[in-house]
Structures are given as C-alpha cells and as structure tokens.
C-alpha cells in the first residue's frame, strides 16, 4: 500500500513534487557542507596544534651584537629554564624583502602586501610543520620552492612556474614552484620553503644572522612575551642581541571570515530548512482538503488513521530518504572545496569524522522531516464522517463575512479588490508565505550590509582612523625614500609628508599618534596595553555616553572591550605602567602612575587594548606613530582637484582616493564578501522562485472554482492574473517591511555579537539607503512577481465547467 500511494503521488502534480524534492536534496547538501565547515572551524586550533605544533613566539639572532657565533647560545640555558617557556627549537631561516622575490606575470611594486614578514627556510621538521593541500606531508627538490596557499591567491603563482630572486649580493636564483603549503603557524610570518642544499646557496651571503628560535608558551599573552624580552633583558648570562620576529597573538583575518562564512551556512540552512518544513505543511494540508471525503469515508469504515498518516506521508518520507543519500554523496566532495575555498589554510578533519558528522547531520534532518510530516497529519483526526457528506462548506453560511466589499469601493479596480479582499479575508492562510519571504529579504540584506559596513569609512573609526580622505600607497620604494630622509632629519614619516604637502600648497595633511606600551596587573594575567598621545587628537574621536576626551597628563581614555572585561568605569583610577623616558632621555624605563579613565571608546582591539592619554601628556617613549587621519583641509567639492595636486606631487600609482584607500586594506575582505553576496543572493532568488512556483500553483488548483466562477460572470483571465500578482505583491511589501526592520534590530545585534570575539565593539550596519531601501526590495519584488506571473498562466487552463464541482 505504502509504494503504490507513493506511486500515484508522484504521478500527481509532477511540478510540486520535483520542486519539494529539490527542496530537500540541497537542504541536505547545505546541512552536510555546513556541518563539515563548522566543525573544520570549532576543531581548527586543535587540529593545527596537534598536527603543526606551531609556535607562541619566534626570536631572531642579532649579528652585530657578537662576533662569536657560540654567544647566539648563551640564550639556550635561559629558555631551558624560564617558568613559561614549554619547549622551543632552533632553526634557519633568513629575511627577505619581497620585491626581491620576483613572481611571473605580477607587479611586486604594486600589488604584494607588505603586512606579512617574508623568510626563506628549509622544511620545517619541529615546529610550525606545514602540510600540502591534500593536508599531506611533502618535500622540495633541488632548485624548486614551495610557497603557501596566500602567496598563491596574492600572486597568482601556478605550479611550474618559475620564481626569480636576487639576492643582496646582486645574485640571481631561478627556483621553480613545485607545491603550495597550508600555514597553520603565525599567520604574519609568510615562508618561502625551499631543499636544505638550496638554502646553503641562498644563504651563504647573507649580512645579518639566520638563527632563529621557536618558542612554544606555557600561557602566551601580549604582557608575558613582554615579560619575557624583559627577563631577558635582565639576564647577564645572554651575551646576544635578540629581536621579535612574529607572535601568534594578533587574530587571524582569515580565520575571521571563515567564521563569518559558517555563520551564513548556519543561517541559509536555518532558512532552507523552515522553508522546508512550511512548504511540507502548505501541501500536506492542502491534499487532505481535496482527500476530506474519502478519509471521512474510510474513518466511518473504522480504518485507523495512523495508517493514513503514514501512506498520506508517503511521498515525503521517500523524499527526505533519497534526497539525504543525494546529499550525502554530493556534500563530501563538495564540503571539502568549501572549507578549501574559504579557509584555505584550514587542515580538513579526516575522512571518516567528514562522513560521519555528515550522515549524523543528514540523518536528523531526515528523521525531522519524517517527524514533522507525521505530526502534520494529525489533522486527519480532526475529519469526521460529517465531513464526508458535507466537505468542509457545512459552516460556510455561519463564516465571517469578508473584510470588503466591492459595492463599497467602486474606484477599486477588481483585481485589486480580488488581492486585497483575499489577503484580508485569510491572512493566516499566508503566514508562511511571509514567513519564508521575510528571511529571504533578511538574509540578502545582511550578506549586503556586512560588506557595505565593513567597507565603509565608518568602519575605519574602529581602527581610530578618525578621517580617510585620501591615502597614500607606501609599500614600494616611495617608502624607503621617505624613510631615509626622515632617519636623516631625524623625523618621522608623517612629518615629512606634511612638510613635501606645505611646500606645494596642497590643502592636506595626516594626522597620528605618539605610541608607547604600557600594563597593568589584572588577576593572574599582564595585561598589556598600546599608550597613545599626541595633542589634538583625543577630541576627534567619539566616547560613550557620559565620557569625554582626556585632557590632563594623568587622565585616559580606555578601548571598550578591555573595560568591559576588566570592570573599568568612566572616573575610575587605575595604577598601570608605561615605557617613558628617563631622565636624561637616553632611553627608556618602566614608569608606573595613577590615571583616571575619563572616557571609553569603541575599537577593534584584535587582542591589543588601547589608551589614549590626554592632551598635556608627552612623557612616553616614542617607538613609533599610529596614523589617525589624512585629511583634505578643503569643502568636499573639492577633493578631486586636491587629489589631483596629489598625484602631480607624488605619482598617481601612490596617491589613493577614500575608495582606494578602503580596499588597500579591505581588498581581500572584500573579495570574500563579494563571492558571498553571489551565492548566497542566488540561494535565495533560486528558493524564492521555487516557492512562489509552488504555492502559486497549489493557490490556483485550490481556487479553481472560485476562477471558473469569475470567469462565467464575464471576467477575463487577465483579470484573475492580476489579482494574484497584486496578491503577492501586498504579501512581498508585508514581508520586505518586515525583514527590514529585523537586520536593522536584530541584524546589527547579531553583526556587533559575532564582532566581539575579535574584541570589537561598536560594530553596527550603516545606512545606505539604495542598496537597502531600493535594490535589494526590487530584487525580491521582482524575482517574486515575475514568477507569480508566468506560473498564473495556468489561470487560462480553468474552464467554466469547472463551477460544476462547487
């Protein structure tokens, strides 16, 4: 019984079931990929560790400090017994500039990111260990050179291509690229892995020392590496000079939008399955209305209506089971490119933990399925034998009346009365429309707005760039010009360009802070601190409620997240310590001093809190600056020619527009956020199309006598197409209000929420009225009404012997 009622099922309505059934295969695609890459994600660290063993800390050997090469070791016996120091290693590896590396068919000068520090190295065999993309070991010949996965993406290096680098000596190495690696280590150390015999060669002219030291922290914090340099400071027995080449303490952007894709798997798959289960309930109850008669009769022949519920669910029960071994099939394949495509660097889980998490995710979806389709039929219990002589019109002449009257409202053209009348009169009927309609809008308005609020000049507010008129492009050697002419008139970058800026009557200038470090003790942990100061500047940046700018020597100003963590509160007083001149200003010492915090203010910490001081502060060591704005001193008419001055002075290839200048550091966000808004927005119009094609359809044959009624009173089809558009079109403005008010309450909550585990606060959507207002409506709008209007079509099928069956 059960296949011969899946049989007759499915030679009904072919078009509903085929889009039910697709419903339900990609929902089990999606729930298999997406339950791989959250895994991948949750078990990233604890993979890397166990497989890579990667590094807190790495310290570099200083040449100048010693001519003995044996006093690099003296270091040795201070690391063997240093109480948070876990276990370390010694290894080779040499610094290079990047535009020494020449890669084919790519511009060094413009295009490599100077953010990462790059090294030549042997293959790893302790620490920081590196995997191919099949997250298999592998070697490097002789004259070839392994580069990692974002060297590849930056560069678009392939493998066989062949690599160039000249070395300080003026030699010219050709290497040829046999592999790309995987780095789990510290994210900011970019290594150019080449054969043991081939680093010899490399090597053998380099000027500064290529020793360098892994370190592996029992606790690593900002403060405890500090403590450490410190220690190390102070130990007489270290006759070397050691510097900080990269720690693994700064967040990971990748990491940060592979968490940010999971997060948008996790809430397609919320909307495909609520999808799912709407639709099974729209159609389930709307074959037991056209079945009523003959359930009432088989109920009054004393057949159990369990039974019923089990053939009536039939279809979806075949359904869930095939379209789960579909998913299962395709998500393996398909969840590893997508781990791969979004964290490149991500070391997949074995096979077997893929399959199993998969099947386990597919197989309670299933089961819910199956559940829910049952718990649906209890509907059947509600049809009595009254039902079978009647139908369910025995109460129609006691119903409510409708909501309007077309009598009453003689300017209203039919069909939009037909529209309205029926929205009115049984809204409930379209609840899950709304539903299903409301997140689809929500979903491509959030995709939409994460990337506009994050590549926007707002957003650079938390990074306390408090104006980006312009920018300027310094990762070439325009940099290393304006350096040594600082270095020579013992200035700073910024100063110099201000000075070149006023020289040729520009109206520009940039804008910085002094930096210094500082900490203070908090429980069991150092917390440490980057101290800023400069005259000017803290009242250019916006304190919360009840706060202010600092303005004496002793007051601050405080990053949110820390004070939050910490307990601090506007006019508290807090004992920290800073790296300030000593008296002579011959150096530096470790100051301690009472400040008050007269304000808090919103900042991506990244692990790295921040205090400004105030104004009449200028005590702290100056290790460097921190740019704060580059700011066009003219009306915002303007602009255009002031840049134009810009370009003439100092090259159009360095001179940057506020556009410019966000994707300089956004490009690869971006990028990703660009590949998300694609897919995910084609996600949704492919759903939406779907559903509305099927309810549209299941509308048509519910009300075909109602049509044929109209159509025997002279009403043309046109008429009761257009009243089904007009339907949908008062169902998409209901849900699209709807979905705007969610992202704009609940969105920028949830967007300022995932933000905070990078210790940011303040994030929030920003206003951008076309894409949010105007497009993204008009894409649902129309993607819902096109379709409304070509499945009505099947309005002209309705003949008038149709009335016969009422």
């Not at 075909?704 to 008062?730: D, P």
Request: proline letters at 2%; glycine letters at 6%; charged letters at 25%.
């Amino acid at each position: 019984m059960f296949f011969k009622m899946l049989k007759n099922d499915l030679k009904c309505k072919k078009g509903l079931n085929i889009i039910i059934f697709l419903f339900i295969a990609i929902a089990s695609v999606l729930v298999f990929v997406g339950s791989v890459q959250i895994y991948s994600n949750l078990a990233r660290s604890t993979t890397a560790e166990k497989m890579c063993r990667p590094s807190d800390f790495i310290l570099g050997a200083v040449n100048y400090y010693s001519d003995n090469e044996d006093d690099y070791k003296s270091i040795e016996p201070f690391l063997d017994t240093h109480d948070n120091v876990k276990e370390w290693t010694k290894t080779r590896m040499f610094r290079v500039n990047s535009r020494s590396v020449d890669f084919p068919d790519f511009d060094e000068e413009k295009g490599y990111s100077e953010k990462s520090t790059s090294f030549f190295s042997m293959l790893p065999r302790d620490f920081d260990l590196v995997y191919d993309l099949n997250d298999k070991p592998f070697y490097v010949p002789n004259g070839c050179i392994a580069l990692s996965v974002s060297t590849r993406d930056e560069t678009g290096v392939k493998i066989g291509d062949k690599v160039r680098y000249t070395s300080e000596t003026g030699n010219i190495y050709e290497l040829e690229v046999c592999n790309f690696f995987k780095n789990n280590s510290i994210k900011y150390l970019e290594r150019f892995i080449v054969s043991d015999d081939d680093y010899e060669v490399l090597s053998a002219g380099k000027v500064n020392s290529d020793t360098v030291y892994c370190i592996r922290m029992n606790k690593c914090d900002y403060g405890r590496i500090e403590a450490l340099f410190r220690d190390m400071e102070n130990d007489e027995s270290i006759k070397a000079g050691y510097y900080g080449i990269a720690n693994a303490i700064t967040f990971s952007d990748e990491l940060m939008i592979t968490e940010l894709i999971s997060l948008f798997v996790i809430i397609t798959s919320i909307f495909l399955i609520t999808i799912i289960f709407m639709t099974i309930r729209f159609t389930m109850v709307a074959e037991l209305k056209n079945e009523e008669k003959e359930i009432g009769m088989m109920k009054a022949l004393g057949v159990d209506s369990l039974r019923f519920r089990w053939l009536f669910a039939a279809k979806y029960i075949a359904f869930a089971a095939v379209g789960g071994i579909i998913g299962i099939a395709a998500g393996l394949p398909l969840s590893s490119n997508v781990v791969n495509m979004f964290g490149p660097d991500c070391i997949l889980p074995e096979r077997w933990q893929m399959i199993l998490i998969g099947v386990v995710s597919v197989s309670v979806i299933i089961l819910l399925m199956i559940f829910f389709s049952l718990l649906v039929m209890r509907r059947i219990n509600k049809i009595s034998v009254i039902d079978a002589i009647h139908g369910e019109n025995h109460g129609e002449r006691f119903s409510k009346s409708a909501p309007m009257f077309l009598h009453r409202r003689k300017r209203m053209s039919v069909p939009l009365f037909l529209g309205l009348s029926d929205v009115l009169g049984r809204f409930k009927r379209y609840i899950f429309l709304v539903i299903a309609y409301t997140l689809g809008a929500a979903i491509v308005l959030l995709v939409f707005n994460v990337r506009n609020s994050c590549i926007s000049v707002e957003y650079t507010k938390t990074w306390l760039i408090h104006t980006l008129d312009f920018e300027l492009d310094l990762s070439n050697d325009f940099y290393d010009d304006i350096s040594k002419e600082a270095d020579k008139n013992g200035e700073n970058i910024s100063d110099v360009l201000n000075r070149r800026m006023a020289e040729n009557n520009i109206p520009a200038h940039i804008e910085y802070f002094y930096a210094t470090d500082g900490e203070m003790e908090y429980k069991d942990t150092i917390k440490s601190f980057n101290v800023l100061w400069q005259k000017g500047q803290p009242e250019k940046f916006d304190y919360r409620k009840g706060g202010r700018a600092p303005k004496l020597a002793n007051e601050a100003a405080m990053s949110a997240f820390t004070a939050e963590k910490l307990g601090v509160q506007i006019g508290d007083v807090l004992k920290i310590k800073i790296e300030e001149n000593n008296e002579d200003k011959t150096g530096l010492e470790l100051k301690e001093k009472e400040i008050v915090i007269t304000g808090i203010f919103d900042y991506m910490e990244n692990g790295y809190p921040v205090l400004i001081m105030g104004d009449e502060y200028d005590e702290g060591y100056k290790y460097g600056t921190n740019w704060t704005g580059w700011v066009i001193d003219a009306p915002r008419s303007e602009h255009p020619a002031v840049l134009d001055q810009l370009r003439e002075v100092f090259g159009s290839e360095i001179v940057m527009d506020q556009r410019q200048a966000l994707l300089n550091s956004m490009d690869r966000f971006d990028k990703l956020f660009e590949v998300l808004e694609k897919v995910m927005t084609s996600v949704v119009v492919f759903v939406l199309i779907l559903i509305t094609y099927l309810y549209v359809n299941i509308f048509i044959s519910e009300e075909a006598s109602e049509t044929a009624l109209l159509k025997s009173m002279g009403f043309l089809g046109g008429t009761v197409k257009r009243a089904y558009i007009i339907r949908m079109a008062v169902l998409v403005v209901i849900s699209v209000i709807l979905g705007e008010i969610i992202i704009w309450s609940l969105g920028s909550k949830l967007f300022n929420l995932f933000l905070r585990q990078y210790d940011a606060t303040g994030m929030k959507f920003f206003f951008e009225f076309p894409i949010s207002f105007v497009l993204i409506p008009a894409l649902i709008a129309g993607t819902v009404l096109l379709t409304t209007w070509a499945t009505s079509r099947g309005v002209r099928n309705i003949e008038i012997w149709k009335i016969s069956e009422e």
